[in-house]
């Protein structure tokens, strides 16, 4: 394994006649191969897009019934993801790759669906020097929330999840048993997070 890529050794592969592909099967887990680099020996080199495996996607994860959970494991898989936070607006489906579809608050009236690249949301994104341990403060199915989850992944970290309806107090004494190192939250959050932890230290 060379940095963010796992070398596969393939044999010299007599002439391919026209109109014929090579095929690679990826299997195992826990994450479907979704691009393949290619260093040939003569040429120049490139990146190819892999299909998903049939069946494998889209995902579509009630986030109040799974938690981060189950948002986690949909993540990992291949094909879109549609993190569904109020039943009353189901997604429409499309097909897809490499996206995570998030719903808004719907305060201001039926949530709208809004489509995320992956693959931007994770720029900048490394593995951490130092072991963390997040604590999932937002509620897994939005926008900010999917980014401590991503962090967590990426980083090779651990995600404190507590459930979705967990109140700011049952926070904080997470964070305390399952000594939190990173927290994310609104100044609002803040300020209540720090009033029931009452001088104690997650670490």
């Known amino acids: 394994m060379s940095g963010r890529y796992i070398d596969v050794v393939v044999e010299a592969q007599p002439e391919i006649p026209d109109g014929c592909e090579l095929r ?3 299997v195992g887990e826990p994450k479907p191969v979704r691009r393949i680099k290619y260093e040939p020996l003569i040429g120049p080199e490139g990146e190819m897009a892999v299909a998903p495996a049939p069946g494998s996607g889209p ?3 009630d986030v109040a019934q799974t938690g981060a959970a189950g948002l986690i494991k949909a993540l990992l898989g291949a094909g879109d993801v549609y993190a569904v936070r109020d039943p ?4 429409v489906i499309a097909a897809g790759e490499g996206r995570i579809h998030l719903q808004t608050s719907g305060t201001t009236g039926t949530p709208k669906w809004r489509a995320h690249e992956i693959a931007n949301l994770t720029e900048g994104m490394a593995a951490g020097s130092t072991p963390a341990r997040w604590l999932l403060t937002f509620h897994p199915g939005s926008f900010a929330g ?30 305390v048993r ?3 190192t990173h927290i994310s939250g609104t ?8 009033m029931a932890l009452g001088g104690r230290t997650p670490d």
């Open 187 to 194: 100044p609002t959050f803040w300020r209540a997070f720090l």
């Open 178 to 180: 399952r000594q939190a």
């Open 59 to 61: 995902h579509i994860v």
């Open 88 to 91: 009353s607006a189901p997604p």
């Open 24 to 26: 690679f099967h990826a």
């Open 146 to 175: 999917v980014q401590v989850i991503l962090s967590a992944l990426i980083g090779g970290h651990a995600l404190i999840a507590p459930p979705c309806d967990a109140s700011v107090a049952e926070m904080a004494d997470l964070a």
